[in-house]
């Protein structure tokens, strides 16, 4: 298996698993991102390179700490839930 073919199927195999585990929707493609909503105000994207998740709210408000939420439970726990599927 190529390095190409392990990193798509590696990532088909994280969106699977966030799909199942946390009913995300909407995937969409952009470059190395794969963008998807988490819940209706909640969208975020799955950075291909690395599969680091980072979650942000779609209406534009910001969260406490800041726009980003890097401190979010969710974001947290799916990183590690993709970092424990990838080990």
């Known amino acids: 298996m190529t390095v190409k073919e392990l990193k798509n ?3 088909k195999e994280v969106l699977n698993l966030l799909i ?4 995300i929707h909407t995937i969409e493609r952009d470059n190395q991102y794969m963008n998807f909503f988490f819940d209706d105000d909640i969208a975020g994207a799955l950075d ?3 599969f680091q998740v980072s979650l942000y709210d779609n ?3 910001p969260f406490p700490n800041g726009n980003l939420l890097s401190t ?3 974001e947290d726990l799916m ?3 993709i970092e424990k599927y990838l080990a």
Do not use: M, Q
């Open 48 to 50: 291909t390179r690395d």
């Open 20 to 23: 199942k585990e946390f009913d």
């Open 72 to 74: 979010n439970v969710v």
């Open 59 to 61: 209406s534009g408000w």
């Open 79 to 81: 990183n590690k839930k």
């Open 9 to 11: 199927k590696n990532t």
